[in-house]
């Protein structure tokens, strides 16, 4: 019998859990070192500009990685528009304390003449606390002010985030913030910053990891002890660089006969194919690892490329691959 | 361009046989913490009393160099404590440990380790008590482990003035640059510099009757800009933080520099870890670029997880023979025949990025010229999970050649 309602969704419809994902205002975008964070983040982009949503991409003290990406040469602290719908940021510390002091007193003369005095200079720039604090304030009005609740210059601001302890002492901020600045100005931002990090309608972390052991345990870690110290669960684990196909086993079987027989000829072919179907198995395994360790619907596929440089053509592939799922 | 150096003629060996201090430094993912590891087991191997300090959360080392299974699953009990790893896994070993090496292993904890620093350097009971019950010092404890490049140098520098180790080998927090390592500490001797401190200390302390009106202009207006930027009730607080440290700022200084001078000793070497793609690559060169700048020793570059291609590579010509081998193995004519096409297919795949690798290898050996280190390492396909497979790593890194524990000489 037919129904008139749709069938439910698939217990892991990734299309769903993209579009899910998208949905909010602030992407985080995290993971150790290597992972592909940058890729994601320009997927993602892609991805929402796609849907027909305006996206900046903001990285923070980092060599630009989307700008080779996007044929830019110059991405800097003011947005600028890379693509059809997406705009990017890259930032640095001394860009975003620009940003805070220029907002603070409103007069820029007085700004460039406080930033010359070397001691707030140094103090600034050496404080541990102060760049995350100073990237999260410009982060966060940045959202408030042009995101879908305030202007709605952009739907969705994606951010590229240097490494996974930057983002665990991000979190940090709010808190840090209150614990100094009781009344003023900065205690009421930090109730600000907390309440957008906390709210998991608006912010989405995402966790960026590869189909391999440490990796997959140092995202399930991570996921842990943010949700332990802030109460923040990742919104998508992306599982990145999963092995596209495979070779059946009848065929890996007849070729390890055959390369028992003749190993001059088909010794390279065994090497090639078994590389290949144990970095397919090796990304299965990780993917049904993540699933069993993480709430439903939160892990999203990326497939393996064949390549070491990924151009926009690439990440446009990726980002309808994203959709579908590989693992 | 020029031809590349034979690799086999500068062994990263001759490095692990002469420096006292290896910092392993590159972007995030290119494998600095097993790198590390496994040149801290070769130096030993070869004699040496050597010790690996890692900043990284260390999941990685500590599961190659055996911690885990010692200590369960978590982090190891003491951070910024040397804990020996050899001899007790030295069973494990191809060939038995020369007498009198070591290995050992150390994670900073950068909080812990400032928090000692601070305890040390303000030796007044009651300046302690005071620094420690501050508001801003006790918010900003917690965050310092987000730059623990200076406490790290600091870490090294006290056990190197001890003399327990010959090498010691750093792995890095990842660094899109190395400046954070390098100014690490005029970073923090300008954090708590003579100006910020005096400027600091004429606000008043909470009880003082002292205004702001006894300030230079230029100095009340600094202080209405910080009091516009973070509220005026803020100011005591900092201003008490920051007096504090008033007394030690030539210790502090004394101290900075000495580590600063640590890196650039004679027997200090840089080596640069990166992997093969363009990003890595152009990571690795800007990385190399500001070494140079800053006239850093810098000794090479350890390009791992460089993907070696099946030999001889398998081509579209031997199509039939292989498709025949394989329907005499068992499959039908045209299951045969679609194997050999789709293995061809991935066989290409992987050559492509072989070929690119090679690429990347060859100018980064270009770049390390014909003075300096450019040593590869196959990719594997597995992670290191053993000491075994550690010392096999050490061994490809060093350039493959037996280390002589004769030859131990120091530089400079």
Known sequence: MMSQHAPPPLPDDPNRNVN??????LLLVTGKGGVGKSTVAAVLARAAAEQGKKVLLVEFESISRAAPLFGSHVIGPEPRQVAPHIWAQSLSAMDSLRYFAIRQLKVPALVHLALRNKAVEGFFRASPAVRPALFLYQLWTTVEEHGPKGDHHWNLVICDLPTSGFVAGMYAIP??????FRTGPVATYAEGMRALLRDPARTGLTLVTLPEDMPVVETL????????RHGVDAAAVILNAVMPRSHDVDVLDALDRAADRDPGLLGPWRITAERIANRRAKALSAARRLREMLPPNTLITLPWRFERELNLQAIDELALALRKGVA | MKTPHPIAQLPVADVLRRARLIVACGSGGVGKTTTSAALALQAAMAGRRVLVLTI??????MQALGLKTVLGDGPPQLPNTPLEVLPRLASQ???????GASLHAMMLDASVAAEQMVERLLGDAANRQRVVQNRVYRAFLPTLAASPEYFALELIYTLREKGQFDLMVLDTPPMHNAIDLLHASNTLSSFINDRVLKWFSKIPLPGEKRGFSILGAGNSMAMSVLGRLFGRDALPDIAQFFGAFQDVLPKLRDRTQATDRMLRAPDTRFLIVTAPGETCLREARHLHAELMEQAMPFAGFVVNRVLVAAQPPPDAAQIPAIAA??????LSPMRAEDAAVEVLESAQDLQRLADADAQHVQSLQHLAGPDRVCAVVVQRDGD???????ASLGAEIAGAQDLDADRLAVLG
């Open chain 1, 20 to 25: 899910a994902l998208l949905d909010r205002e």
């Open chain 1, 175 to 180: 808190n840090m913030l209150s614990g100094v």
């Open chain 1, 221 to 228: 870690e991570l996921r842990a002890l943010l949700l332990e």
């Open chain 2, 56 to 61: 990284d959360p260390a999941q990685r080392l």
């Open chain 2, 93 to 99: 070993l191809p060939k038995p440990l020369p007498p």
């Open chain 2, 325 to 330: 081998a394989l329907e005499a193995a068992g």
């Open chain 2, 384 to 390: 290191i999970h053993t000491i075994a497979e550690l």
